[in-house]
Structure formats: C-alpha cells, structure tokens
C-alpha cells in the first residue's frame, strides 16, 4: 500500500519569509514517483515537479526547492521569499508505475503581504 | 505542452437528474485518463481509472453504476453522475497520461458539480 502524509495542515507567513513543507511517503515499491502540485483558489492542479526513486538528487527551480531523503522517506519542498501568489494548497503525491496518484492530504499555505 | 481540457467547469443539477462531465486531451493521446474526486477542504481520491475502449476500473467503494465512465476514443473520457444527489457535490477533476510515459499526469480545471 502507498500513503502519502503531509503532517501540516496549515502554514502562514508573512511576505518573504521561507516556508518548508514536508512530505513522508510510505511505499514497497523500489520503483516510484513522487510529486508535488500546487492548486490555487481557483482549483486547477499545477504540476510542480516529478521525482523518481532513482534520483535523489536536490533541485531548484527558482524560488523552489525539493530535498529528497530515501533514508527518511520524505521529500519535503521549500517556497523561498515567498509570495502572495504562493498562497495556495499544496499536495505532494506517490505513484507507482500504473499511472496512479496517491495524494497527501494537503497543506494550505497563506502567505500575508 | 499537454493540456486537458474540462468541461463544464462548474454545474448545478437538481436532484435526481444525471450530469454527464467532458475529460479531453487536446494535444496528445490519453490512453489512460483518471476521474478524482475532492471534497472541500480535502484531498483527491482516486475514483476510477478509465482505459480507451475498456471497461473502467473503479476503487473500492465507488459506486459503477452510479458514476458512468465511457473512454470511447484516445483523446475523450466522460463522468456521468446518474441520479445525482446532494451528497454528490463535489469538485470533480480528471487527469491523463501520456501514452507509454510516467509524466506530471496533466490535469483538466475541474469540475465544482453542486446538486440542490
């Protein structure tokens, strides 16, 4: 069974402070993905990143970052000087091969001006 | 890049009516999409995923006849709600894969159905 927890249900901070939201998965599979989305008010899912279980490697994608530790089963993303446009849910998601999305429960983050 | 598009993005039905919910690739073929459901303020619970011309596979606790997938080409998968019910109301989003390809599984807008 795959299980996604994202142990935050909810973060504030104000303009420009960094915010990091973790993500534990649980999984048998040596082979799987994992995700992060960012879904705004207005309820579209942005994709943000893909990760396989191969590559452990850091990255950066301009204000983001995602650190994936095999070791602790997690993979947790960090917003740097966040935005007010970043005020969105974020759901970090498990897939083995079959295509198949398990979500965390969310974390919703309000970022004030 | 991939894009899906849904349609309606929002409906209101009455009760006991059936809503029927577009999924379609616009850019690539899908031959496999996923209907997700979310409640407020809750995550995305996988439904059922639907293979082109193949039956659906529903998870446990989904209701087949009650939420009618149909495949029938690589670039379309629809949702029908039949007999729709308060307790239905939801936010519906669908989802496809390339085929062949692990991707970032594009999603369509969504759909916020609300049954009076």
């Known amino acids: 069974a795959q299980k996604v927890t994202q142990a935050q249900t909810e973060i504030s901070v104000v303009e420009k402070e960094d915010v990091t939201l973790d993500c534990v998965y649980e999984t048998r599979d040596t082979t799987y993905y994992l995700f992060w989305y960012k879904q705004p008010p207005s309820g579209e899912l942005v994709f943000l990143i893909r990760?396989?279980?191969?590559?452990?490697q850091n990255e950066i994608s301009g204000r983001y970052s995602w650190n994936f530790q095999k070791s602790t089963s997690s993979f947790n993303f960090t917003i740097t000087a966040s935005q007010v446009v970043d005020s969105a849910v974020y759901f970090c998601?498990?897939?083995?091969?079959?295509?198949?999305?398990?979500f965390g429960a969310g974390t919703t983050v309000t970022v004030r001006a | 890049g991939a894009v899906v598009s849904q349609h309606p993005s929002r409906v209101i039905c009455k009760s006991g009516t059936s809503v029927k919910i577009e999924c379609r690739s616009l850019d690539f073929q899908a031959t496999t999409m996923f209907w997700y459901r979310q409640f407020p303020k809750q995550s995305l619970m996988l439904m059922a995923t639907?293979?082109?011309?193949?039956?659906?596979?529903?998870e446990q606790g989904v209701e087949k006849d009650k939420f009618l997938i149909n495949h029938a080409s690589l670039t379309l998968s629809t949702l029908t709600v039949t007999s729709a019910h308060p307790e239905d109301s939801s936010f519906y989003i669908c989802s496809a894969a390339r085929q062949g390809a692990n991707y970032g599984y594009t999603f369509g807008s969504g759909t916020r159905l609300t049954v009076v």
């Open positions: 990760r396989n279980s191969f590559d452990e």
């Open positions: 998601a498990l897939s083995f091969n079959d295509y198949k999305l398990s």
């Open positions: 639907s293979n082109e011309g193949s039956k659906a596979t529903y």
